[in-house]
């Protein structure tokens, strides 16, 4: 069956944040000139939820309270795959590890790479902390989930890309006061705002803010435990 292109698909991305106390970094790189989607923009790793980060073990959750916000206004049993899908895009993009050490019984076989590294997944230090539906119109289409890591939380060398796939280039770590004089899509500049503003926040977000997009009307919202408009 050949995929629908133009279909909203649901993806995670993967906001990593060293040295929050005193000058804190953020890591993006650049995506290729010939990108289907935001071509040479510099962008967060992340990507598509696929159908076997479902059943994909996590060696330790989500935060509770991520679970709930990620549940509000979506379709009941994401959060699982979703932040799933978080640890595989860093992991391809990047190759650095958010895991713990453990075994697997049989990975899929985009968990192959990963498996053999000797770890197994590990939400417990990612934080949900927007939200963003891509307009209409665009010849890619996603429910963005944006999750805030610490480095410290990273089970290998920050610095250590060595592993990555050849998906994004120039991989970096970025000031929050440099950000400005690089090409970034409209929503990873409202996102990094969010993210800069909790720079020195320890847990998660209570309100999680929710930029959706559809055919009437785009809709700045929060995801705070209250029912949102129709």
Known sequence: MTQ??????NAATVIVMRDR???????MGQRGAKAAFMPNKFVFPGGAVDAEDAQVPLSRPLPALCETRLGEDSVAGLAHPLAVAAIRELWEETGLILGARGDWAEPPADWRSFAATGHVP???GLQFVFRAITPPGRPRRFDA???????EALAT????FSAASDELSHL????????RD????????????????????????ASVPFFRNDDEES???RLNGTALPD
């Open 4 to 9: 629908d292109k133009t279909a909203i698909r």
């Open 21 to 27: 106390a005193t000058a804190p970094r953020i890591l």
């Open 122 to 124: 590990d939400a417990s």
């Open 145 to 151: 989930r944006f999750f805030l890591v610490d480095a």
């Open 157 to 160: 060398d920050p610095d250590d």
């Open 172 to 179: 970096q770590w970025i000031a929050l006061d440099a950000l």
């Open 182 to 205: 690089f090409d970034m899509p409209f929503i990873t500049e409202v996102v990094l705002a969010e993210v800069a503003a909790r720079a020195h926040e320890d847990g998660p977000p």
């Open 219 to 221: 809709l700045f919202l």
